[in-house]
């Protein structure tokens, strides 16, 4: 993995699927120094040496790659760091490795429109990898619904699979309303404060927004769903639009961007794929390990989404001062509904102790920017109800519902040097008594997570 780092951070266009043989070496465009471009023999040399490509037996890895932002130069040497790694053989296995990549000109550069490109990687005999472009998209955001959609549609058509995955890398906040987390008080005048509760008037949303992701003053940068920035607007999606971007259902879905490991996400995936990893916390910009990601997930028979989770905390636990800073879970989606019915039933108990709670007892996952706005808006699911004065019986129901669903969790005893971790559940939730009536008419509107427990009456 690489030696730098900056913060990682829901988001896209119109796509125009013109298919191509070769891809150009732009400087926008991550295929390393040396690699070949071009088809490599693909399905017809595999039929000649007959062994016929089979739906039944492929599988298929997606890294969405959405890098027009602050994440640019550390996405560019994760997508270099594939070719470190395993990838599958032209012509002797049957299994895909493609990439969507968007990257701005260069660091900094907003203004200047690049194509996005969907291309694959293969390598030969002797393990030299070409890569093949597929799509060239017009220049614009590629994580808005509409895109997602239509690039994953190619993907179902032109790759049927008995399994799909992904790899997600971007700027990400979890549930909130696009542009949220980066401007609050500008975009909606909705100052936060340590002090419980507090409540301001609801304010519309209507984007993009208008702004620039800050960035912290000092310390390691961290990685937002799939912001972009493109000239001075910010484009994301919604945790909806994000799912409904999905016309196949997925093995797994790894998120390598902050703060998306919310029970509100795992909860809105549960209709898209079997299981999900990601961060309760801000994720260092180096993110996954990108050299050992395909040997889990595409090298062996059966996908192992569960060993990229792990490789990831040990590598950021191994590590020294603010970057020995990481969380991360993985989830079985198909659990998600015995939670709710759980949580549900502790949040009507509990809600009047919940909706007093000082959010200073209660373990937190976020921190305070350069720009001077408290975002921390991520609370422990477990530690809000312990808190709130849950009963040992109803806590022990809790543990049952999360042990369910958690297939994996873990946790270094700090963040960014600065936020010690004393509970960790393995899924953040809204606590409301930290909110403002804006986030709680949204979350009513927009977060079916809700829907299920009714958090927010």
């Known amino acids: 993995m690489k030696g730098r780092s900056l913060i990682r951070r829901i988001i896209g266009l119109a796509l125009v699927p013109v298919l191509t043989v070769s891809c150009e070496l732009f400087e926008t465009h991550p295929v390393p120094k040396g690699w070949n471009e071009g088809p490599q023999g693909g399905e017809e040399e595999m039929e000649h040496r007959g062994r016929t490509p089979s739906e039944n037996e492929r599988k298929v890895l997606i890294v969405y790659s959405a890098g027009y932002n602050t994440l640019r130069s550390y996405l560019k040497e994760d997508l270099e760091d594939l070719q470190k790694g395993y990838v599958p053989r032209n012509g002797l296995r049957d299994d895909v490795l493609l990439v969507l990549s968007h990257l701005n000109a260069k660091y900094g550069d ?16 002797s393990g030299k990898v070409s ?11 590629v994580t808005t619904k509409e895109t997602m959609r239509q690039v994953l549609e190619y993907v179902k058509t032109s790759f049927p699979a008995k399994s799909y995955g992904m790899v997600f890398s971007s700027h990400a906040s ?3 309303p696009p542009g949220y987390y980066a401007k609050p008080e500008d975009k909606y005048m909705d100052s936060i404060s340590w002090e419980a509760p507090r409540r301001k008037p609801s304010f519309t949303y209507g984007g993009p927004v208008s702004v620039y992701w800050p960035e912290p003053a000092e310390g390691p ?35 390598d961007a902050c703060l998306m490991g919310a029970v509100e996400a795992a909860y809105e995936f549960k209709d898209i794929c079997d299981g999900v990893g990601f961060s309760q916390a801000e ?10 990601i395909t040997r889990h997930l595409l090298e062996n028979e059966t996908p192992d989404p569960v060993s990229v989770c792990s490789d990831y905390f040990d590598y950021y636990n191994a590590r020294s001062g603010s970057f020995r800073s990481a969380t991360i879970s993985f989830v079985r989606t198909d659990r998600m509904e015995a939670l709710a019915e ?3 039933t502790l949040f009507a108990r509990y809600r009047p102790a919940m909706e007093v709670l000082n959010p200073k007892s209660v373990q937190n996952f976020g921190r305070k920017m350069s720009d001077g706005g408290d975002r921390g808006w991520y609370f422990d699911l477990k530690d809000v109800l312990e808190k ?14 999360l042990d369910g669903c958690i297939v994996y969790k873990a946790a270094t005893p700090r963040l960014l040097g600065t936020i010690d971790i004393r509970a960790f559940s393995g899924l953040t939730v809204y606590l409301p008594a930290f909110g403002t009536e804006f986030l709680d008419n949204y979350y009513k509107e927009n977060v079916s997570w809700n829907d299920a427990t009714s958090l927010v009456l």
């Open 283 to 292: 994720v260092l910009a180096e993110g996954f390990d990108y050299t050992k």
């Open 174 to 176: 979890g549930w909130f």
């Open 221 to 255: 940068a961290v990685k937002s769903i799939g912001q972009e920035q493109i000239d001075a607007d910010s484009y994301e999606m919604t945790l909806r639009e994000f799912a409904a971007a999905f016309p196949m259902h997925f093995d797994y879905i790894l998120i």
């Open 131 to 141: 890569a093949d472009t597929l799509l060239r998209l017009t220049p614009g955001p």
């Open 342 to 344: 759980v949580c549900k």
């Open 110 to 125: 907003y203004k200047t429109p690049t194509e996005p490109v969907l291309y694959r990687l293969t390598a030969d005999r």
């Open 388 to 401: 709130a004065g849950a009963s040992e019986e109803d806590l022990a129901a809790l543990q049952e519902a």
